[in-house]
């Protein structure tokens, strides 16, 4: 990587203070650029060459705040925390451009029930037609009912076909290398970057790792698990939730438990010192 | 051409026989009659309790939500279509207690909505615990030594905030209740209505109880003073002082920057943009990332 450009822009931000600054931070720069080099120059497969066409940054935030401003979204409630606070953040700065309505709520489910005020079918007061949304079990009509022997089990009926619905539109898991395998990690969500990097770890070692990676669970997707492989389940969690799920649902066993339930992120070298002192 | 038949549904009323909640539903389906609303142009919404069923025993649309977080729903509805009547039916345990953040907050916030709020200073759905207005000594059947922490005075602190439109009712008085509801529905921001609605199975004194306490403001006294609306609203002189006791204009409402400046079209009829490229959308927008 080019360190001009970044000395450009250390120039630019730090414009209004004294030179000194300036040139402090530049210094800086160039220890950790140096150093950097010297340890992992050879090693790191990141390169960022200088590029003569014009570019731009953008966020997977700011990209998915302005696809929901293009799909329709004229309103948006929210209660920051990372990582979403950059969505509504990026709309509060863009509100006149999109016609886009933006509130910061007093709590989490205030901003959910805020949303949930903006009735998604048809909307109240558009014709004579008149609108009802109800959270206790009602009639066709939307109204409250107290004869529930006569409603409940059609409305559960209604909803349970639903669920089957949703289990076709859900996601299967993704497999990445599971080809001539001696181990296969399962995971789900955030742990994935560590399994992937777990996996090259083991290549070092010899040893060839496949990954089964789940980021939607309920309903569970249709999946037919390899019969003939040896899977050990990494968790972010004491009691192992996922491992004890897909025992019930896809009848598997599991070789090992990689859990961890300090509040520190599943790293690719936790899980390979695990391996190894479970095997 | 409105009349109160218009309002009129064939749902089941689940409230005890004689319930004040009945006085209250009368009071403001002529309210709504008397404004000249039409089913359609009307939008209730409620949380959890028996105050929470009223809007399933009128015609309407209607929004029965999640225990406590009506005023949040209402917000939402009223801002994405500012032409609808929005008014939130609650109680004194869903306003006051499970969404208690939502009422200070929805003073503050100040949308253009109605905040009915039956208070029968307890819990009724549950049968008869202790609410967030019954009176200390109280005995409840949870809290059998008496009610030790004192009750929260939601119309002083309405005031204190400058709520623009602050009144208390009494189910048992129709005429009086409909006025009030009528004012509070024309007012522009957020108003409230404190209605005291005893409960005639679970409460501890009789209807004539209260009517004996009833003090009706008069004509002398003046709902534009804020102090002297605070101090109605504080004073503790063993009766009940009804109308509307702070009423001012309303300095910001909700959202009316937006609608200066963005648009005053109602946000639920803007329709899609058009993208046709995504290239030209992102340079369009590149200074703003």
């Known amino acids: 990587m080019d360190i001009h450009p970044v000395k450009d822009n250390i120039k630019k931000i730090f414009l209004k203070k004294s030179e000194e600054i300036i040139s402090n931070n530049e210094n800086a720069l160039g220890e950790g650029y140096y150093l950097a080099q010297k340890e992992c120059g050879e090693i ?17 935030n700011e990209a998915l705040a302005l696809g929901a401003a293009y799909g329709g979204c004229r309103f948006i409630s929210a209660y920051p925390m990372s990582p979403s606070t950059g969505i509504i953040t990026y709309l509060a700065s863009v509100q006149e451009r999109l016609g886009i309505f933006t509130e910061q709520a007093e709590d989490e489910i205030a901003a959910i029930n805020m949303a949930s005020g903006i009735f998604p079918r048809l909307w109240p007061g558009m014709s004579r037609h008149l609108v009802a949304a109800d959270s206790d079990e009602h009639d066709e009509w939307g109204h409250i009912t107290e004869d529930l022997a006569a409603t409940a089990p059609a409305m559960v009926k209604k909803r349970i076909s639903k669920l089957n619905g949703l289990k076709g539109a859900v996601q299967p898991p993704e497999e990445i290398s599971l080809e001539k395998t001696d181990v296969v ?3 789900w969500g955030s742990t994935r970057g560590a399994l992937i990097e777990a996996s090259d770890l083991f290549k070092h070692d010899g040893i060839n790792a496949g990954i089964i990676h789940f980021t939607e669970l309920w309903p569970l997707p249709e999946y037919d698990f ?14 192992g939730q996922l491992s004890r799920l897909l025992k019930d649902e896809y009848d598997i066993n599991f070789k090992g438990l990689i859990s961890r339930y300090d509040g520190l992120p599943i790293t690719g070298e936790y899980i390979r010192r695990c391996f190894y002192e479970q095997s | 051409m409105n009349n109160l038949d218009e309002y009129n549904n064939q749902v089941e009323i689940q409230w005890c026989p004689g319930c004040p909640n009945f006085g209250i539903l009368n009071a403001l389906k002529g309210a709504l009659v008397e404004l000249g609303k ?29 225990h406590g977080r009506a005023i949040p729903v209402a917000t939402g509805i009223q801002v994405v279509n500012p032409d609808l009547t929005t008014i939130v039916v609650t109680g004194d345990g869903d306003c006051y207690g499970e969404g208690g953040n939502h009422f200070i907050h929805g003073i503050r916030r100040n949308a253009d909505i109605t905040v009915l709020v039956h208070n029968n200073e307890i819990y009724a759905l549950t049968k008869g615990q202790a609410s967030p207005t019954t009176p200390l000594g109280e005995k409840r059947r ?11 005075n939601m119309p002083a602190f309405a005031i204190m905030q400058d709520c623009g439109f602050v009144a208390r009712g009494f189910a048992g008085d129709r005429e009086q209740l409909q006025d009030i509801l009528v004012r509070a529905i024309k007012h522009r921001g957020m108003s409230y209505v404190d209605i005291i609605q005893p409960c005639i199975t679970w409460g501890t ?24 609306a605070l101090s109605m609203a504080l004073i503790k002189d063993d009766l009940i002082h009804t109308g509307v006791l702070y009423e001012a204009p309303s300095a910001n409402i909700f959202a009316a920057r937006f609608r200066k400046e ?24 590149k200074q703003s990332f």
């Open chain 2, 205 to 228: 004194h009789p209807l004539n109880w209260y009517k004996e306490k009833i003090a009706k403001l008069g004509d002398e006294y003046d709902p534009g003073d804020k102090i002297a």
């Open chain 2, 38 to 66: 039409s089913p359609h142009e009307i939008c209730l919404v409620s949380g959890i309790g028996q105050a929470a069923k009223l809007p399933h025993y009128l015609k309407c649309n209607f929004f029965n939500g999640l």
């Open chain 2, 262 to 285: 963005v648009t005053t079209r109602p946000l639920t009829g803007l329709g899609m943009q058009k993208a046709e490229n995504i290239y030209n959308l992102f340079s369009e927008f």
């Open chain 2, 142 to 152: 949870l809290q059998i030594r008496g009610v030790e922490i004192p009750p929260l």
């Open chain 1, 226 to 239: 390899p019969k003939d492989k040896t899977y050990w389940d990494v968790e972010g969690n004491a009691l």
């Open chain 1, 185 to 187: 990690f399962i995971g």
């Open chain 1, 44 to 60: 790191c497969y990141w390169k960022l060459p200088r590029r003569d066409d014009e570019h731009y940054i953008i966020t997977g």
